[in-house]
């Protein structure tokens, strides 16, 4: 069964660097989405990718995040300026449409730890 | 906002045992709820979901979920748990008037332990 994939699996990075976290959604699939899990936290949105731009975001994707999908299959999520806070699990998700009735599938992870 | 609480943070059972894993939601308006399973080092998998109509739902691997508008809550239930089943099970609901699509909300999960 086709899968999302996610790499690398664990990125540790020093607080103020760049950061790029990599996900392949599903071939046929045409939404993207980035969810992110604080240690004991709960799953929280960041953003919704669609048609080459972003359709939602939340507060928490604020001007040091972005997206990209720079070519057919990457889809991106950079952080320009890491901060401690932003230590936490990484999930990319893709749905074939951004119906309700069309389930996100998942990747496995990114765990970033900021130092 | 919404949001959805996950009252245990874990649930150790015995195989073979039944198990409820318990979800409550904030909401006065329309929901749809989901019930996602994490397994060891694998991301998030769909386990169920409430869009309308009967209120007892079935899903994958003998789970079922029951949808109490009047309690907003959506328990998820299994009569017999396999030792397979220990994972981390994440409730989850969007707001059909302001979510858009699949803009979920998750709540802090569920670390169910099957122990022999």
């Known amino acids: 069964e086709p899968e999302v994939t996610q790499t690398p699996s664990h990125q540790v990075t020093q607080m103020g660097q760049e950061v790029i976290l990599r996900c392949v959604p599903i071939?046929?699939?045409?939404?993207f989405y980035w969810y992110r899990q604080i240690l004991g936290q709960k799953v929280e949105f960041l953003v919704s990718f669609y048609n080459n731009e972003i359709s939602e975001k939340s507060e928490i994707f604020d001007d040091q995040f972005s997206v990209e999908r720079p070519d057919g299959s990457n889809f991106t999520l950079k952080i320009r300026s890491t901060k401690l806070e932003d230590s936490a699990m990484y999930f990319c998700?893709?749905?074939?449409?951004?119906?309700?009735?069309?389930?996100?599938?998942f990747g496995n992870g990114t765990r970033l730890t900021v130092t | 906002a919404q949001s959805v609480t996950q009252l245990d943070s874990q649930v150790p059972v015995f195989e073979e045992a039944p198990v409820e894993l318990r979800c409550n939601y904030s909401s006065s308006v329309s929901v749809y709820l989901f019930w996602y399973v994490q397994y060891p080092n694998q991301g998030l998998q769909l386990l169920l979901k409430y869009l309308s109509g009967s209120t007892l739902v079935k899903g994958i691997n003998g789970f079922e979920a029951e949808f109490n508008k009047s309690q907003t809550s959506f328990h998820l239930r299994k009569p017999s748990v396999h030792i397979s089943d220990t994972a981390e099970y994440f409730c989850a609901v969007t707001d059909i008037l302001t979510g858009g699509g699949n803009k979920l909300t998750f709540g802090t999960g569920t670390q169910l332990k099957v122990e022999l």
């Open positions: 071939s046929n699939h045409l939404y």
């Open positions: 998700a893709s749905s074939v449409s951004g119906s309700y009735n069309s389930p996100l599938h």
